[in-house]
């Protein structure tokens, strides 16, 4: 008997040495699942965040609705189903993008001071940022709804998109639009600005009344040394078919788009999703997504309605980090006003970035100071030589000029819209 039961223990022992390979084999077969399931819960990613599934649905939604309220073209009236309003004049909708307190906000008060019919204001200020100061009455009640956002991230992106398509659902009378951060400031009297936007020529397009269309102020570069390594910071094949490298773009963060092109920024879908890609966390020194998505869709899309320079000037001189230098107190001076308005073209810059909050105070006597030779025209900020003749008459000829296009192009949509059902009805 004993030695019997040594003989089956031997057979168990010699079956468990055959079926170890099988045994093994089949647990690794059955580990794998196991591993592609854990494993990105426990290794480290190799990209930067992506955007959550629940903030592009919320976008989506919103851009839908900006679409559809701007289906009367360019003017923004007229379309199918949309109610119409009535005429104004044009305006400019100042949109700010900031993850802090709008220090600067007395100083835009004072830009905006007897203008209240000619501007908006839409605010998107990160969800953790803290805000301790109150909102100025331009800004109270004027903060739109809010997603995290982050530098190096596709978020900024999104933050700018959906300024811009509140603006559009807001008021279809808003025909630029001006984006801004909390770090920047007007060079220029609200005047200036408004005349410099509204009397611009255009360009020439293809509408049945021959008007001209509104160019955007953007600025589109494809001569930088360090293109390709940002082209490839999501990886090396990424971007293709939709934006080969040749046709990539970079430019300023900051820029003032016409209406047409804000409706094609929130109808985007084919670019979108390319640049909506995160980043390789191995090339994040690269990435600055906002920076190429909005110059490369414009470009791509409508290059001659594109001015390819920006209005908001940046000293980049001794930049740090990838951030412009930042003017302080001592540096504050009607000298140095003058020399951020300048351009390398016949232009002046509207707007400049990026200074401390402790500039808002000889920022302010600075204005107050100039504003008291031209008092007529508030903000101080303005050299009469730069706009020649634009006294109160003209400047009231121009608001007049510009509410009577709106009107023309509001009853041409309306119109149209009219002789299409018509049409429709007798077919």
């Given at each position: 008997?004993?030695?019997?039961?040594?003989?089956l223990?031997?057979d168990h022992?010699r079956?468990?040495?055959?079926w170890?390979?099988?045994?093994?084999a089949?647990?690794?077969l059955?580990?794998?699942p196991?591993?592609?399931?854990l494993?990105?819960?426990?290794?480290?990613?190799?990209?930067?965040p992506s955007?959550?599934?629940?903030?592009?649905?919320?976008?989506?939604?919103?851009f839908?609705?900006?679409?559809?309220?701007?289906?009367?073209?360019?003017?923004?009236?007229?379309?199918?189903g949309?109610?119409r309003?009535p005429?104004?004049?044009?305006?400019?909708?100042?949109?700010?993008?900031?993850n802090s307190?709008l220090?600067?906000?007395?100083l835009?008060?004072?830009?905006?001071?007897?203008?209240?019919r000619?501007?908006n204001?839409?605010?998107?200020?990160?969800?953790a940022?803290?805000?301790?100061?109150?909102p100025?009455?331009?800004?109270?009640?004027?903060?739109?709804?809010?997603?995290?956002?982050q530098r190096?991230?596709?978020?900024?992106i999104s933050?700018a998109?959906?300024l811009?398509?509140?603006?559009?659902?807001?008021?279809?009378a808003?025909?630029?639009f001006?984006l801004?951060?909390?770090?920047?400031?007007?060079?220029?009297s609200?005047?200036?600005?408004y005349?410099?936007?509204l009397?611009d020529?255009?360009?020439?397009?293809?509408?049945?009344?021959?008007?001209?269309?509104?160019?955007?102020?953007?600025?589109?570069s494809?001569?930088?040394?360090?293109?390709w390594n940002?082209?490839?910071?999501?990886?090396?094949?990424?971007m293709?078919?939709?934006?080969?490298?040749?046709r990539f773009?970079?430019?300023s963060?900051?820029?003032v788009?016409?209406?047409?092109?804000?409706?094609?920024?929130v109808?985007d879908?084919?670019?979108w999703?390319?640049f909506k890609?995160?980043?390789?966390?191995?090339?994040?020194?690269?990435?600055?997504p906002?920076?190429?998505?909005?110059?490369?869709?414009?470009?791509?899309?409508?290059?001659a309605g594109?001015?390819?320079y920006t209005?908001?000037?940046?000293?980049?001189?001794?930049?740090?980090?990838?951030?412009?230098?930042?003017?302080?107190?001592?540096?504050i001076?009607?000298?140095?006003?003058k020399?951020l308005?300048k351009?390398?073209?016949?232009?002046?810059?509207?707007f400049?970035r990026?200074f401390?909050a402790?500039?808002?105070?000889?920022?302010?006597?600075?204005?107050?100071r100039?504003?008291?030779?031209?008092?007529s025209?508030g903000f101080?900020?303005?050299?009469?030589?730069l706009?020649?003749?634009?006294?109160?008459?003209?400047w009231?000829?121009?608001?007049h000029?510009?509410?009577?296009?709106?009107?023309?192009?509001?009853a041409?949509?309306?119109?149209?819209?009219?002789?299409?059902?018509?049409?429709?009805?007798?077919?």
């Amino acid at each position: 008997m004993k030695v019997f039961g040594r003989n089956l223990e031997l057979d168990h022992e010699r079956a468990m040495i055959s079926w170890s390979p099988f045994l093994i084999a089949l647990l690794l077969l059955m580990s794998i699942p196991v591993v592609f399931v854990l494993a990105p819960r426990i290794l480290p990613p190799k990209t930067m965040p992506s955007i959550p599934d629940l903030d592009e649905v919320d976008d989506l939604a919103l851009f839908r609705r900006a679409t559809l309220a701007s289906a009367g073209g360019e003017g923004g009236r007229g379309g199918a189903g949309i109610r119409r309003r009535p005429a104004s004049a044009p305006k400019i909708a100042f949109l700010f993008l900031t993850n802090s307190d709008l220090v600067f906000a007395p100083l835009w008060e004072r830009f905006f001071h007897g203008h209240e019919r000619l501007f908006n204001v839409y605010v998107h200020a990160d969800p953790a940022a803290e805000l301790l100061l109150p909102p100025t009455p331009s800004f109270r009640g004027r903060f739109i709804p809010a997603k995290a956002t982050q530098r190096s991230s596709p978020t900024l992106i999104s933050a700018a998109r959906r300024l811009l398509a509140a603006a559009l659902i807001d008021d279809p009378a808003n025909a630029f639009f001006a984006l801004l951060s909390q770090s920047c400031v007007p060079l220029h009297s609200f005047r200036f600005a408004y005349h410099a936007l509204l009397a611009d020529t255009g360009t020439p397009s293809n509408l049945p009344d021959g008007r001209r269309r509104r160019r955007s102020y953007i600025e589109i570069s494809s001569t930088d040394p360090w293109m390709w390594n940002r082209y490839v910071a999501r990886g090396d094949s990424v971007m293709l078919p939709e934006v080969p490298f040749e046709r990539f773009r970079a430019g300023s963060q900051f820029f003032v788009l016409a209406r047409r092109h804000a409706v094609m920024v929130v109808r985007d879908r084919r670019f979108w999703k390319k640049f909506k890609i995160p980043c390789l966390k191995s090339r994040v020194d690269s990435c600055y997504p906002e920076e190429h998505y909005f110059p490369t869709l414009l470009d791509m899309q409508d290059p001659a309605g594109c001015s390819r320079y920006t209005l908001t000037r940046v000293n980049w001189t001794d930049s740090v980090g990838g951030h412009p230098h930042m003017y302080q107190p001592p540096e504050i001076s009607a000298n140095l006003i003058k020399e951020l308005r300048k351009s390398n073209s016949t232009y002046s810059h509207l707007f400049a970035r990026k200074f401390s909050a402790e500039c808002l105070d000889p920022l302010l006597k600075l204005a107050d100071r100039l504003a008291s030779n031209v008092p007529s025209l508030g903000f101080g900020f303005l050299d009469e030589d730069l706009v020649p003749g634009l006294d109160e008459s003209n400047w009231l000829k121009l608001i007049h000029h510009s509410l009577f296009i709106s009107e023309h192009h509001q009853a041409t949509c309306f119109f149209k819209a009219k002789n299409k059902r018509l049409s429709s009805e007798i077919g």
